[in-house]
């Protein structure tokens, strides 16, 4: 069962690697704090819900203000069902009507695995000087958006830059070859 789990998220994975836009992003939590991630009303405002601690949980984000990102739809997809007693991969947020929000420390992604790393650029613009060269394995977390570019941090907040989106691996458990 764990593996039919595993290549599920991986066929999952890929379909949202095709169908990353430039209007929104695919993510996972990468919560800080090993504990449930407060999912809010508004950018700052009430916590409305909680994503649980447990789990590998996939998201969809877009429109990022001030370090904040609306999440889409109000779901969020179990990337392990095994970990949903009821069996359903897609989860609904409940006790807002004015949206669901995260703050950009607690969701993150991958970059494509390519044996190497990938620049980190000060400007979205294939011409822009590289500032950063990351780690093969490295995950970062999204701050902006702007067309078919992300600007990230690392996980440490060392470094700043900008990738094209489509290096971007949204799937915890693979590098996205």
Not at 3 to 15: D, E, K, P, Q, T
Not at 68 to 79: F, R, T
Request: some cysteine.
């Amino acid at each position: 069962m764990k593996r039919l789990s595993v290549f599920f998220l991986m066929v999952i994975g890929g379909f949202f690697a095709f169908a990353q836009t430039a209007s929104s992003l695919d993510v996972y939590i990468l919560d800080p704090t090993d504990t449930d991630t407060n999912v809010r009303s508004a950018p700052k405002g009430k916590v409305v819900d909680k994503i649980p601690a447990e789990g590998i949980w996939m998201l969809a984000v877009s429109k990022p203000r001030n370090g904040w990102w609306q999440i889409n739809n109000g779901m969020y997809y179990d990337a392990v069902p095994d970990n949903n007693p009821d069996g359903d991969a897609f989860i609904s947020l409940h006790g807002s009507t004015t949206g669901y929000w995260i703050h950009y420390s607690c969701i993150g992604f991958g970059l494509v695995g390519n044996g190497s790393g990938h620049k980190f650029l000060a400007a979205p613009d294939n011409k822009a000087r590289a500032v950063y060269i990351s780690r093969i394995d490295e995950q970062v977390h999204p701050l902006e958006l702007r067309g078919d570019w992300v600007k990230v941090v690392t996980l440490d907040g060392k470094h700043t830059g900008w990738i094209p989106t489509y290096i971007i691996c949204d799937n915890p458990l693979t590098t996205c070859p």
